[in-house]
């Protein structure tokens, strides 16, 4: 196992569940100090249980959603511990729903979680990071932040900007010493999926975390999985016309997944075979 995160001083938001749970776990199996972020006190609690023996667990109850909130989180990460080597802006909620039924009290409690959450984060950690001239920003974007499924338009809205948002971020800190790394994950076993079935392509949060950590590690911009995913990508960057086939196919079949009352959320595999 890779010494990389040893001594390291990380914050993982979401940290009390599914995959910045795995993450936060696997980190803390590597000698990482890690601060476990939940927004519940009651997820936070669990958590302290969960991880009860490990001494470099630190844990936080924190609204993301409030920039004064996650202000408190870092500065009490860097006054008890002295620095900031890693954060994991991975807390976020998912939405896949008939736009055309979207309430703007979805649109906001979306954009305020899965963005706004993300840019509080940068922005109180960047400081620390420039001081230190050192240090890794992780954000948790999605598949559906670089491919645009359907009925995920809230959703994608979000992850889109918080995949561009890193990349620039990358150009701009690198002559800095600043890291930035976008991580992409399709369907992953999680609670995201609660009320719902958990689609038959979805990888465990633990295969999610090694993989998350494999690219942090190596400084990867974007870091997809599973693997038959980011192989879906490249084919579409090469062949746009396949990309329209699919995505309309994949609509109608979400379409009629509405209109039965049955969700359609798995990745339909079947659909790259599709001729012209």
């Not at 954009?111 to 960047?126: C, E, R, S, T």
Request: net charge neutral.
């Amino acid at each position: 196992m890779s010494d990389a995160f040893t001594d390291k001083i990380a914050i993982v938001t979401g940290g009390t569940s599914g995959i910045g749970y795995a993450v936060a776990e696997e980190l803390l199996k590597r000698g990482a100090t890690v601060w476990v972020i939940g927004s519940r006190k009651e997820s936070v609690e669990k958590a302290k249980a969960a991880f009860a023996a490990y001494r470099n667990a630190r844990f936080a109850a924190v609204d993301v959603t409030v920039a004064d909130e996650v202000k408190g989180m870092i500065d009490a990460c860097v006054k008890k511990d002295g620095r900031l080597d890693y954060l994991f802006n991975n807390a976020g909620i998912g939405m896949t729903y008939p736009t055309r039924h979207l309430t703007l009290d979805m649109w906001k409690k979306a954009i305020d979680l899965n963005l706004w959450g993300v840019v509080y984060g940068v922005h109180f950690a960047l400081p620390v990071m420039l001081a230190q001239k050192s240090g890794h920003i992780v954000n948790t974007s999605s598949i559906a932040g670089i491919i645009a499924p359907p009925s995920q338009a809230v959703y994608c809205a979000t992850k889109y900007a918080v995949t561009g948002m890193t990349e620039a971020l990358r150009y701009e800190f690198f002559d800095e010493g600043i890291r930035f790394s976008t991580v992409c994950p399709a369907n992953v076993a999680t609670a995201i999926f609660t009320g719902t079935e958990i689609p038959k392509d979805a990888i465990p949060a633990s295969e999610a975390a090694q993989i998350i950590l494999s690219g942090v590690e190596k400084k990867e911009s974007l870091i997809i999985f599973p693997e038959f995913v980011k192989k879906t990508y490249e084919r579409f960057l090469a062949d746009p016309a396949l990309k329209e086939r699919f995505m309309l196919e994949y609509a109608r079949r979400r379409n009629a997944g509405w209109a039965r009352g049955v969700p359609y959320l798995s990745f339909p595999e079947d659909l790259l075979e599709m001729k012209p």
